[in-house]
């Protein structure tokens, strides 16, 4: 209880300083934690798919549902985890512009997940580099300046570093579980 009162003087305190026109109380939040916190439901959510759905379904499929790179020309195809992930960029990006999150590598499958800024490439060469941290900094685009975010896109299952490298087009084919494979690009506008 003590906590609790000394918390509520606290902001009061705050609260009352503001309304003086005091030191003005910011309430916004800081960009590596809005990243860190976007990252932490994405990675949830794409190690969750990979491992509770494709891995499960395996390359050939179970039943009628199989996962493949190609999945809307065949009967029942479902997506892989980087395309369910690009599925979810897309989705986000008709919704806001307050972020944009993608899915990119230093050795991509698919071309367009090559990096495409400096500060991007610098942030994937580090995290490759670096396993188990992450990349951080700033960049303008245009007008505007953005805080980038890169994280380590792990290989969650036997299903991803099947699927890399045994694919026509890697770059690369030797990667092994918990390898980091590449990453998530996540960047916040700080001024437009």
């Known amino acids: 209880m003590k906590k609790v009162i000394q918390a509520t003087a606290v902001l009061g305190s705050l609260l009352a300083l503001s309304a003086c026109n005091q030191e003005p109380v910011s309430t ?5 934690l809005y990243t860190d916190s976007l990252f932490a439901v994405m990675n949830a959510d794409r190690a969750n798919y990979t491992k509770l759905v494709v891995q499960r379904l395996g390359p050939n499929g179970v039943g009628a549902i199989k996962p493949d790179e190609h999945w809307q020309d065949i009967p029942n195809g479902t997506l892989l985890p980087a395309q369910m992930f690009r599925a979810g960029s897309e989705a986000v990006a ?4 307050e972020f944009t999150y993608s899915l990119q590598s230093i050795w991509p499958i698919n071309k ?7 500060m991007e490439k610098e942030g994937l060469e580090y995290i490759a580099a670096n396993p188990g941290e992450n990349f951080y900094g700033e ?3 245009g007008d505007a300046t953005y805080f980038t975010a890169v994280y380590p896109d792990v290989a969650v299952s036997e299903a991803c570093t099947k699927c890399h490298n ?3 087009d890697t770059p690369r084919t030797d990667f092994v579980l918990g390898e980091v494979m590449g ?4 960047r916040v506008p700080l001024s437009l």
């Open 28 to 32: 916004g939040i800081e960009p590596k």
């Open 112 to 118: 367009q997940n090559a990096p495409k800024t400096p």
């Open 139 to 141: 960049e303008t685009l």
């Open 166 to 168: 045994e694919h026509k």
């Open 94 to 97: 008709e919704i806001t512009d």
């Open 183 to 186: 990453g998530v690009v996540i």
